[in-house]
């Protein structure tokens, strides 16, 4: 498993940006597939992105497509969630999770990530 650390949370008026960075501890990083997720208060850890080791393939929930972009920077052990035209109903507590393998497009399950970063909040008001 690798130590993961979230940043870059916080309040947002709807329709402006935010970009949340995911940093991990360990060199191999460039050897996990990243993923990244989403729980409101009362509701299930919901999959929002995913990007394969390399950042050769991407997956997006269907609500965020178009609208968040997921990268990263291996050399800085680094995942990028960037967030425009951000909406009331994307407030939760977000959360970086990775595992070390191949992505598999589809593979959205909290189950399929070992390990998890401690979550940054974003708060979208209205």
């Known amino acids: 498993q690798v130590q993961l650390v979230e940043s870059g949370g916080g309040l947002v008026q709807a329709g402006g940006s935010l970009r949340l960075s995911c940093t991990a501890s360990?060199?191999?990083?460039?050897?996990?597939?990243v993923g990244w997720f989403r729980q409101a208060p009362g509701k299930e850890r919901d999959f929002v992105a995913a990007?394969?080791?390399?950042?050769?393939?991407?997956d997006y929930v269907d609500s965020v497509k178009g609208r968040f972009t997921i990268s990263r920077d291996d050399a800085k052990n680094t995942v990028w969630l960037q967030m425009s035209s951000l909406k009331p109903e994307d407030t939760a507590v977000y959360y970086c999770a990775a595992e070390r393998r191949s992505y598999v497009s589809g593979s959205r399950r909290v189950a399929d990530f070992g390990s998890w970063g401690q979550g940054t909040q974003v708060t979208v008001s209205s």
């Open positions: 360990e060199r191999t990083f460039r050897t996990y597939a």
């Open positions: 990007i394969n080791w390399g950042g050769g393939s991407t």
